[in-house]
Each structure stands twice: as structure tokens, then as C-alpha cells.
């Protein structure tokens, strides 16, 4: 039975990577000091539906199913907190019984501030998520090189580490010839906002680990995801154990937005042309990821980095599709090209590797027709709740 730590299980992805992991019977602890809930708080953008708190979703789920996710609340920038996880000294917010689960086999590092908009707001968040993201990286790095060297990082990246450069994006590494000579290295990363320039740094953190420390680390270059039923989650028709799902500017990600707003009639924002293009993922995809990735663990002194998307989309396609599906449904949906807020490339090449999941396993889950009329259903039972105000705000940079 594998162990399993996840920093950041209250979020859109760790909370259902926790119950996930549960269901494939491993050991799971989340950790979390409710960032996210928090800075939702404060900047009046609420999610398009409220959840219990990591306790109470906890509690539900061992009444549900009979396994246990034993949960920590606090500050990963706290690095006695973070040393607490490894050393046996930890104590728990929740559990079924506290004695110490053992030393972690892999720790899921989902624990950082997760938006580019917020990141460039003004100098206090962009204080905020340096700050937050790097320190609460280098603690993890820490503690697993002074505790438990053994223990597999699985560290959630992001493919806006790469940026749009006018050549083909390898999976994480590049060969160079230069001059008669031969080496590898990170494929150079240029990222168009502060958040993902953090998570540069992780991955620059983390590398350090492995040379200078013979650490685990397995990077995963994800695309923005989408999504929120998941299918393996035998008790995924209790609304309670849903994930936050966020449908603003800054921490909703683009089909879950562009859904909310065909519902409600808010023309779909295309920023600028709408050329840029990305690889998206499906929620369900990304659990898959990360379980192959537990699965089959970087060497100590390896860094394994893979590409984690399913599809690539221009942002004016997925408006056009959400704009067809809205229309079958009977919504009067229209898009809105604006002016691009952003400073970013329109229309750039984009030709990236992703073999290396495929190779693992992972079973794709593609942005059918019928995948998007079920996420319209999902959104439906909560249109109430949608808020126009804070569907966009316009923030520059």
C-alpha cells in the first residue's frame, strides 16, 4: 500500500487526486491552509458552489466508503510544519486513528498560489506568490533530503514554463550541439506571467535537489485542465465531495469559464484573436497522470519531466465549440472578441512532444460533444449561484 502525501488537497485538483488515491488503496494525507477559499474571500470572486471544509468532506468520505484521508491544516511556508510530515512528529487535524502513517513513498506538490491574473495584479501578490510558492518548494525539498531521501516528488508544473518559442517543445529536455560538443539541458523556459515564473523556479529548485542530493522528482508540464465529474469516484453523485470550481478571470481555467458564461448569456471572452494556442487536459487525465507517475518512479538523482496534456486548441476553437454545444441546448450564446489584456504572442507556432504519459498508460479522454453537454448539465444545477460581476475583471499586464 502506497503512502501518499498531497500538499495542497483542499484545491481543484488535490481534493479529487485525494479521493482518488484513496480508491486505488493508498495511505492518503492532505495538507492544506485553505489558500485558495482564502484569496477567494478576499477578492469577491466566489466559486459556482460552496463545500465543506476539508473536515467535513474527510468525515463524509469514511462514512461513504470506509477509508481514511488524514488531514493536516497549515502553512507549508512553515518549515517545521513541513519537516513534521516527514519525521513522525506530525499531528493530525483529522484522522481515524493519529499514529504517524509512516514516511511518505511519493508526496503530490499541488501546494502553491495557482494563478497567473492574481500573480500580476499588483507588487503585493506578486510578493505574495514568489514568496509563498518558492519557500513552501524549498521547505519540501528540504525536508525530504533530511528525512526521507526515498520519497518520490511529484511536482505539478505547468506547460506556461515553456512559453510559445518558434521550435518544437521537447518533453523537458533539449539537446544541444555547440561548437563539436554534445549536452543536455532544460528546455529553455520563457513564461509570460509571475506565477508561471515561479514555476520555473521550482522546477530549477528541484533539479538542484536531484544533482546535489540524489532526489526523486517526476515534473508534470500540465496544461490548463478542465472538467469536474470524476468517473472512478464511486460516490461522485454526492455534491458535498465536489471540487472548488471556480468560473472568474483568475483562478477559473478557460472551458470552465466559457461554460459558465454561455449558461448565463455573458458573451464568451476571447482575448484579443484568439490564436494562442494551448494543450488542455481533462480532470479526470490529470488523476490518471498522477497515479502513473506514482506508479513508476524517477531514480534517486533523476529528474523525469513529462508534457501533460491530452489536446491542443486555439482559444477562439473552444469558444466556437462551447458556442455549438450552447446552441444544441437551446442558450443564445455569443462570442465576444476583446482586446487582449495580456502581453502575449496571438498567433505563434506550437508543436509539443507528450508521449511519455501515452507511453505510461494514460487512456486519453478527448473534448467530445458529449463531454462538453455533461459539464453544461453539471453547471446547470447550480446557474443560481452565478454571479455576473466577477466573470471578468480585466486585469493588465
Known amino acids: 500500500m502506497d503512502n501518499i502525501l498531497i500538499l495542497g488537497g483542499d484545491g481543484y485538483l488535490g481534493w479529487p487526486t485525494a479521493m482518488y488515491l484513496s480508491m486505488k488503496n493508498c495511505k492518503v494525507t492532505v495538507v492544506d491552509n485553505y489558500l485558495r477559499r482564502n484569496l477567494c474571500n478576499q477578492l469577491y470572486i466566489y466559486p459556482l458552489y460552496n463545500i465543506p471544509d476539508l473536515i467535513q468532506r474527510t468525515t463524509l468520505w469514511h462514512k461513504l466508503t470506509g477509508l481514511e484521508i488524514k488531514v493536516v491544516i497549515g ?35 499541488y501546494a ?57 517543445i521537447e518533453e523537458g529536455w533539449l539537446e544541444i550541439e555547440h561548437k563539436g560538443r554534445k549536452d543536455k539541458f532544460l528546455y529553455p523556459r520563457q513564461a509570460s506571467s509571475l506565477y508561471h515564473t515561479t514555476k520555473i523556479m521550482d522546477t530549477d529548485l528541484l533539479w538542484f535537489g536531484v544533482r546535489m542530493w540524489n532526489l526523486k522528482v517526476t515534473d508534470l508540464m500540465q496544461g490548463p485542465v478542465y472538467g469536474l465529474e470524476i468517473e472512478d469516484i464511486k460516490v461522485k453523485t454526492d455534491e458535498n465531495l465536489y471540487t472548488i470550481f471556480n468560473y472568474d478571470e483568475i483562478f477559473g481555467t478557460v472551458i470552465n469559464r466559457f461554460i459558465v458564461q454561455a449558461i448565463v448569456g455573458y458573451p464568451l471572452t476571447v482575448y484579443g484573436a484568439g490564436g494562442q494556442t494551448r494543450g488542455y487536459i481533462n480532470i479526470n487525465d490529470t488523476l490518471q497522470c498522477i497515479y502513473l507517475s506514482i506508479k513508476n518512479p524517477s531514480a534517486n538523482g533523476e529528474l523525469k519531466i513529462y508534457n501533460q496534456f491530452t489536446e491542443t486548441f486555439t482559444v477562439k476553437e473552444l469558444a466556437e465549440r462551447v458556442k455549438s454545444m450552447a446552441g444544441k441546448l437551446g442558450y443564445d450564446c455569443k462570442i465576444s472578441l ?32 458529449e463531454a462538453l453537454e455533461r459539464m453544461f448539465k453539471v453547471v446547470e444545477k447550480f446557474k443560481e449561484n452565478i454571479k455576473l460581476d466577477i466573470i471578468f475583471k480585466g486585469i493588465k499586464w
Open 338 to 369: 476583446i482586446k487582449n489584456p495580456r502581453k502575449e504572442q496571438e498567433n505563434h507556432y506550437y508543436n509539443v512532444n507528450h508521449k511519455g504519459l501515452l507511453d505510461l498508460g494514460l487512456k486519453p479522454h478527448y473534448l467530445t460533444e
Open 112 to 168: 502553491e498560489m495557482p494563478s497567473a491574473p492574481y500573480s500580476m495584479i499588483d507588487y503585493k501578490t506578486a510578493d505574495f506568490t514568489i514568496s509563498n510558492n518558492l519557500i513552501t518548494t524549498n521547505n519540501l525539498m528540504w525536508a525530504v533530503k533530511d528525512f526521507s531521501p526515498d520519497t518520490h516528488i511529484v511536482k505539478l508544473g505547468t506547460m506556461g514554463e515553456y512559453g510559445t518559442p518558434n521550435i518544437d
Open 75 to 109: 502553512n507549508l511556508q512553515n518549515s517545521e510544519l513541513m519537516r513534521s510530515l516527514f519525521n513522525g512528529t506530525v499531528k493530525y487535524d483529522w484522522a481515524v486513528t493519529n499514529q504517524f502513517s509512516g514516511i511518505p513513498s511519493a508526496v503530490v506538490h
